[in-house]
């Protein structure tokens, strides 16, 4: 496959796609058959999701995340760990003390599978309150254990074999996970950075969308504000992806984890809340980020009666229900929103303190306007290859990082994708630690320009 015909990464005619179920059964490792393939199988579905998130090396055994790999060198080394995307800090003592008095006044068992009223409420109210969406709490909400879960049954429900899903690429690698697991195919749309205006940093390649979205398109999965790039779409991008649904008549499914998350003038606007997409969006969200309690792992989803009632029948033997507990101190905690603005706002400083240190070190930054991940290019630095600098910069800085390329599809012949091409150079760095550890990174990265 050309990468140069087909800028777009949707298959060409008789060429397989980007992202594809492993070609062949591969044993587990060189020397033991693959346990849990029957005779006469074919392709586990564990596989393609091995395969289609980097995982499946090429002697058929299966890695570790990069995520998991860095994590390991930075407790290995000693070094400051920006590559893995959680708070140093958890969030507020109110909140922590209504899920031990959840505890304590005995909610301990089953949640209704659906989520607690209380909740499920609450993620209404805060709907409206916010973005002027309405949403009825007891037909079209369902809380889910995180927005992964989230992710993983709306994708269950609504696509399958023969179906394509569309994301922006880069994209968070549990999308990828989630399609493969549904059979589907994954077909991508750059963001990309305009050299002529590298100050608006990565944006939608609205030709490349129009060509990626058509008949056989089931999903759109769309993710604002973007992990990993801090891009957050604005009024045209929404509204090309609106069009581009109505058109061929696909599902929009938001993962806005980061809602609360954005930074100067920067705005999130749901797609649902464009006109006519309410009936044809599953928008999810989690108050993992914006509480900062990212282990509690309270998410939900909402959108029109129809498509919740198909996903509630695939989540319901997933977990069924989980986390009461939390899910009652979330229904009291979405009812304020000064926690995640003063959230938003210490970011915004972290943000800059980062930004900032990285240029002096000599770094290209693309400033986010939301999320806490900055990307930033070490080709400045003479550093072509992200991957092989974030295993380096342990010993070269006493820093970790992950390389934007593990944000990234393949090629049908198993390299990088050309998205994962134009972007390996780039590395994401994480700004949701504490001001002390971020300026001791800043320092410790001054020595790459040395
Ligand atoms: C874009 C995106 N979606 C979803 C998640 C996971 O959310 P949760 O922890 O609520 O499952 C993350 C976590 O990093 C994320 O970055």
């Known amino acids: 496959m050309s990468f140069v015909m087909h800028p777009v990464n949707r298959p060409a005619e008789g060429v397989p796609p980007v992202s594809q179920p492993a070609p062949a059964p591969q044993p587990t490792s060189a020397s033991a058959p693959d346990p849990t393939r029957a005779a006469g199988d074919v392709t586990s579905r564990w596989q393609a999701v091995a395969h289609a998130t980097g995982l499946q090396r090429a002697d058929g055994t299966v890695g570790q995340t990069i995520f998991a790999e860095m994590t390991v060198l930075a407790n290995r080394t000693g070094a400051i760990n920006l590559g893995q995307g959680y708070p140093d800090v958890d969030g507020p003592d109110a909140i922590r003390e209504l899920a031990v008095d959840a505890i304590r006044a005995g909610h301990n068992q089953y949640a209704p599978g659906d989520g607690i009223p209380a909740l499920r409420t609450a993620i209404a109210d805060h709907q409206r309150r916010r973005y002027g969406l309405t949403v009825d709490p007891d037909?079209?909400?369902?809380?889910?254990?995180?927005?992964?879960?989230?992710?993983?049954?709306?994708?269950?429900a609504l696509a399958g074999p023969g179906d394509e899903v569309v994301t922006l690429e880069p994209f968070y690698d549990s999308h990828a996970a989630s399609i493969a697991m549904t059979g589907a195919t994954h077909v991508t749309v750059p963001l990309r950075v305009d050299p002529a205006d590298?100050?608006?940093?990565?944006?939608?390649?609205r030709a490349a969308l129009r060509a990626a979205v058509g008949p056989r398109t089931r999903l759109i999965l769309v993710n604002s504000p973007h992990n990993p790039t801090g891009t957050v779409l604005d009024d045209g991008e929404l509204s090309a992806i609106a069009q581009a649904a109505r058109e061929h008549d696909a599902i929009v499914v938001t993962d806005e984890v980061y809602e609360h998350l954005v930074f100067d003038d920067a705005r999130h606007v749901p797609i649902a809340s464009l006109p006519g997409m309410a009936d044809r969006t599953v928008t999810i969200s989690s108050a993992g980020k914006t509480f900062s309690f990212t282990g509690w792992k309270v998410g939900w989803l909402h959108g029109p009666a129809h498509l919740v009632t198909a996903i509630r029948t695939v989540k319901q033997f997933v977990t069924y229900s989980s986390g009461p507990p939390f899910q009652h101190a979330i229904a009291h905690a979405l009812t304020?929103?000064?926690?995640?603005?003063?959230?938003?706002?210490?970011?915004?400083?972290?943000?800059?303190?980062l930004c900032e240190g990285l240029e002096r070190a000599g770094f290209g930054v693309s400033v986010p306007r939301g999320t806490y991940f900055v990307v930033a290019d070490g080709a400045?630095?003479?550093?072509?290859?992200?991957?092989?600098?974030?295993?380096?910069?342990?010993?070269?800085?006493?820093?970790?990082?992950?390389p934007v390329s593990a944000f990234c599809g393949r090629a049908s012949d198993g390299g990088p994708s050309a998205t994962a091409r134009d972007l390996a150079s780039r590395v994401r760095f994480t700004f949701v630690k504490r001001e002390p550890v971020l300026r001791e990174a800043v320092e410790r990265l001054g020595a790459l320009s040395v």
């Open 336 to 353: 304020d929103d000064s926690v995640p603005q003063r959230l938003a706002a210490t970011l915004a400083t972290r943000r800059d303190l």
């Open 139 to 156: 037909s079209e909400v369902l809380v889910t254990t995180g927005a992964t879960e989230a992710i993983a049954v709306t994708l269950l």
């Open 198 to 205: 590298p100050g608006r940093g990565f944006r939608l390649d």
């Open 380 to 402: 400045p630095l003479g550093h072509e290859d992200g991957a092989e600098l974030c295993r380096r910069l342990p010993e070269l800085a006493g820093v970790v990082g992950v």
